[in-house]
């Protein structure tokens, strides 16, 4: 239940702080006198729509706080979406500050609330409902929520079990599209990749150095006949030569020279070493070079053989655009592709099969779902009927129609209410038959169906009673009297029966008053529009209501004030 509202700064509301009661709580005023802007600022603090027009001109924030008292179901709640507790008293408050753009901050209990949490909350406290909306009533997604909603938790369960199969068979659906459609591209892909495995298998990739490799053996068989020549002119200079000067006939003159010298002095051994070391190195090389240069030999075929393999491996490079390296793990990386490709994932039969599952599941859920609304269908024909004789339309007809469609997210059924108010004639869809008075009291008496089962604790009804009158006007009021005890009612009215009937009645209106008196606003006028919202007491009401019925005279209208105030104590005294 909301218990108090205070506001800042809001549209033409400078400050204002009210305290609302249990029961049917009445709001009026002149056209125009800002009653609609309250229930703006309860939308508002709910997580509403705002814009800049919100924050009263000339100041830079505006403020809305909502206080409700809440039942234990909203305390468990609050602990499900990690909000702070609370010890009964539930404090809402929305913040609007001008900049370069609109900033809006929500609270809960003072900590920051996100949207998503505004609208949860707003589904358990509050039903804003305008006679605007009773356009809504031809919706046909609009009829759907309110029959489930009226069937109540086996029903929305049944629908949450729709949802999850439609969800299922859309997914199963969906990957066999996806897999037909990749269906070619995969074969087109497997060929390619087959085409590359083949042409790398073919090539014997093993080696990934085998270029270079393969390049060094192409310079020594192109180059062999000068590595004979050369290996044996330095087989000449370092060993033997026939002029006697090869180095390593030197060396030995030297090493001779050397051993005769060490008789005489021990110090020349160290020398002597190095110079046998010398020969040494120079005979072992000399021969080495003389098996080198014995054999290199003059092969042309197999340096084509080896010109021919760089040909092809060079070949393979440019193709693939790949050296020879990143050549070799390609050729890992297709034989992978080609094992992933051909046998893992679902076939296509194991896909259609899936689909086939999902929709039988799906259509069972559906069938259970439609027998479930038939059963409550019947039900709100009854009561909605019931409902709306009580409001001067006693011979009304009403029936929900349930039509087969294709199963969706909500079911397969199309829903249409069908209404006729007038006997001997054809039911028709809603939206094409009534007028805008009975779309009021259809509304109002489907409200009143959802009383036992809406968890909804506060109705706000803005105007919903425009377009009537008399008899009509009379059973609205007795209709928005008996929704008052079962929740709590605020409702926007220009009817003076409506608001006899008040557990509490406060009076809207705008005024005019000096600058100086209007709070949280800068501005270099004068004067300045505010509302104001006085509570009334017993003697203000009446002449609330005589305002409101108007009369030839006023002493006329208060005596039809007092005759309401009367009939209301008489309707209270009865319930």
């Known amino acids: 239940m909301l218990t108090a509202l205070h506001i800042e700064n809001f549209a033409l509301i400078d400050q204002l702080d009210l305290r609302l009661e249990a029961g049917l709580n009445v709001l009026t005023g002149e056209t125009g ?17 705002a814009n800049q027009r919100l924050v009263r001109s000339g100041s830079q924030k505006a403020l809305v706080e909502a206080t409700f008292d809440v039942p234990s179901d909203i305390h468990t709640w609050l602990a499900e979406q990690d909000l702070p507790p609370t010890d009964g008293a539930l404090v809402l408050r929305r913040e609007l500050t001008l900049g370069k753009t609109l900033r809006s901050r929500s609270f809960l209990n003072g900590s920051p609330a996100t949207r998503p949490q505004l609208e949860g909350l707003r589904q358990k406290l509050v039903e804003i409902t305008a006679q605007g909306q009773t356009v809504l009533l031809g919706s046909g997604d609009r009829q759907r929520e309110w029959l489930d909603g009226f069937g109540g938790a086996p029903l929305v369960a049944q629908r949450q ?27 087109d892909q497997l060929e390619l990749l087959q085409m590359h495995r083949h042409d790398l298998e073919q090539a014997q990739l093993d080696d990934p150095d085998e270029l270079d490799k393969l390049a060094q053996e192409h310079d020594r068989l192109n180059h062999s006949v000068d590595l004979q020549q050369n290996s044996y002119q330095a087989y000449q200079i370092l060993y033997e030569s026939d ?25 020349i051994t160290p020398m002597l070493a190095l110079v046998s070391e010398a020969l040494t190195q120079v005979e072992e090389a000399g021969r080495a070079i003389n098996a080198y240069g014995a054999s290199v030999e003059a092969d042309p075929e197999r340096l084509e053989e080896v010109e021919e393999r760089m040909r092809q491996l060079k070949g393979l490079c440019r193709r693939f655009s790949r050296s020879l390296p990143e050549l070799v793990a390609y050729r890992d990386e297709v034989v992978r592709s080609l094992a992933e490709l051909s046998g893992e994932g679902q076939s296509i039969e194991a896909l259609e099969a899936e689909v086939e599952k999902t929709q039988a599941a799906l259509i069972d859920a559906c069938d259970q779902l439609t027998t479930l609304r038939q059963d409550v269908a019947q039900q709100l024909e009854t009561r909605l009927v019931s409902e709306l004789k009580p409001l001067a339309m006693d011979r009304v007809q009403f029936e929900v129609e349930l039509k087969p469609i294709a199963p969706t997210a909500t079911g397969a059924d199309g829903i ?14 809603l939206a094409e038959t009534a007028s805008g008075g009975e779309m009021s009291r259809f509304l109002l008496a489907l409200k009143a169906c959802f009383s036992q089962v809406d968890p909804v604790g506060t109705l706000v009804f803005d105007e919903i009673d425009v377009g009537v009158s008399g008899r009509v006007a009379q059973a609205i009021a007795e209709k928005l009297y008996q929704l008052g005890r079962q929740h709590q009612v605020l409702c926007v009215t220009h009817q003076p029966m409506v608001a006899a009937l008040a557990d509490a009645h406060f009076r809207v209106g705008k005024h005019v008053v000096e600058a100086a008196v209007a709070k949280g606003a800068k501005t270099d006028e004068a004067e300045r529009t505010v509302v104001r919202v006085l509570p009334l007491s017993p003697s203000d009401r009446r002449e609330e209501l005589a305002q409101l019925a108007g009369g030839e005279s006023h002493q006329q209208s208060l005596s039809f004030a007092e005759s309401l105030l009367s009939q209301a104590d008489s309707i209270r005294t009865k319930r």
Not at 165 to 181: G, I
Not at 420 to 427: A, K, Q, T, V
């Open 243 to 267: 002029s006697g000067n090869a180095c390593s006939d030197l060396l030995g003159q030297a090493e001779a020279i050397l051993i005769d010298m060490e008789r005489y002095d021990s110090a």
């Open 416 to 429: 249409r209410f069908l209404f006729s108010p007038n006997p001997g004639e054809p039911l028709q869809p």
């Open 161 to 187: 079990r729709v949802a999850a199969a439609y969800e299922a068979a859309t997914q199963a659906k969906r990957k066999l599209d996806t897999r037909r459609k990749a269906d070619q591209q995969r074969r």
């Open 33 to 49: 006198a800002g009653k609609s802007i309250i229930l703006d600022a309860i939308d508002a603090v709910l997580g509403g729509k």
